[in-house]
Every structure is written in structure tokens, then in C-alpha cells.
């Protein structure tokens, strides 16, 4: 099969929420080959604890080159500690400016239960507009349902939950199968 024929992985929403002093990162469990789901309980959200201070993040993208870029962001965190900002910055300079790196098909949201950002190959590292973020396939819808339901009452894993529910009965790249974790901001109780 050529290259250009290649049917290409498709696959994966991840939301990041913020509300009442802790951050919420879901993301589904499907992985798509062009129109064929190849697994349904991928695990897409990872805590890593790189000097004793916790950090979850969620991918989009080649697993391989998210678990790259989640090795080197644990790096720069040892050398950081506490710092997200900073290590997510040397990463995305690191990202753009490697050429391995450059290759990399993934997208990261990264949070500390303070910071909450999103990380890309193209050099970026975007603090979200009304403390949501979300990337991948089912992305966008995630983001509108989640922004339609950050005036309720809901908390935020309620809200992340139900709008990674109504991702993935729009997108056919996203299941409901999620994987969820929470972090306190730091200060919180």
C-alpha cells in the first residue's frame, strides 16, 4: 500500500475541565484505522508524578509519538520541578525546532491542577479560554458541549463526562469508553 493510500489512525477526543478548584481530564478509549475501530479501550490519559508533583495529561494522535513527547515533557519536568509553564514551553520549542521531533503526530493537554495547556507540534502552548480544553477527532464537539454546560451546576467531572457523552454520539472517531483523572489545584484542599 503507498503512502498517500494509506487509510490513516483516526481516533481519540480528550477535554480538559476546570471548575471549583480542580481540573478533569477524560478521553475515550477508541482507536480507528480508516473506517475500522482497531481497539475500544486505548488508555489516553496518564498521571505522571516527575519530582514528586503530579501532573495528568492527555493525547491525541500516534500513541507512539504521544508517549515520546510525554517521556521528554517528563524531563523537562525533572529538571523543572513544579514548573508546567516552563517544561511545556522547552518542550514545544524542543518539538518544533527538533528535527525528529518535527515528525511527531500528537497533540498534549497537560495540567498541574493550576495550569491547564495545550501542547502542540506546531510550537504552541495554548492556555484555553474559560478553563476547557479539548483536542483530537471528537475535539470540537466536546468543547461546545462542555461550554454549554460550564454555567450549571455541574462539577467538573460531570461536566467533562457528559460532554465526552455527547463527542461521541456525534463523532464516529470517539467512543464512550473514557478514562478519567482529577487533580486538586495546588493550594486546594
Known amino acids: 500500500m503507498a503512502k ?8 481519540t477526543t480528550i477535554i480538559g475541565v476546570r471548575k471549583g478548584g480542580k481540573v478533569v481530564v477524560a478521553g475515550d478509549g477508541q482507536v480507528s484505522l480508516g473506517q475500522t475501530v482497531i481497539k475500544g479501550s486505548a ?4 498521571r505522571l508524578s516527575p519530582g514528586g508533583y503530579d501532573v495528568v495529561c492527555g493525547f491525541a494522535g500516534s500513541t ?4 515520546t513527547l510525554l517521556e521528554r515533557l517528563e524531563g523537562k519536568l525533572e ?8 517544561a511545556s514551553v522547552e ?10 521531533l518535527q515528525k511527531l503526530e500528537a497533540m498534549l493537554i497537560v495540567t498541574d491542577g493550576s495550569e491547564l495547556y495545550i501542547i502542540t507540534g506546531a510550537g504552541d502552548v495554548l492556555e484555553p ?3 476547557i480544553a479539548a483536542i483530537g477527532s471528537g475535539g470540537n464537539f466536546a468543547l461546545a458541549a462542555a461550554r454549554g454546560m460550564l454555567d450549571s451546576d455541574k462539577d467538573a467531572e460531570a461536566i467533562a463526562r457528559d460532554a465526552m457523552a455527547i463527542a461521541s454520539d456525534i463523532c464516529v472517531y470517539t467512543n464512550g469508553n473514557l478514562t478519567v483523572e482529577t487533580i486538586d489545584a495546588k493550594g486546594s484542599a
Open 64 to 67: 507512539a509519538d504521544a508517549f
Open 129 to 131: 479560554e474559560h478553563g
Open 79 to 86: 529538571a523543572t520541578p513544579g514548573q508546567l509553564q516552563r
Open 43 to 46: 488508555r489516553k490519559v496518564r
Open 4 to 11: 498517500d493510500e494509506f487509510p490513516g489512525w483516526h481516533g
Open 91 to 100: 518542550l514545544a520549542k524542543d518539538w518544533r525546532t527538533d528535527k525528529y
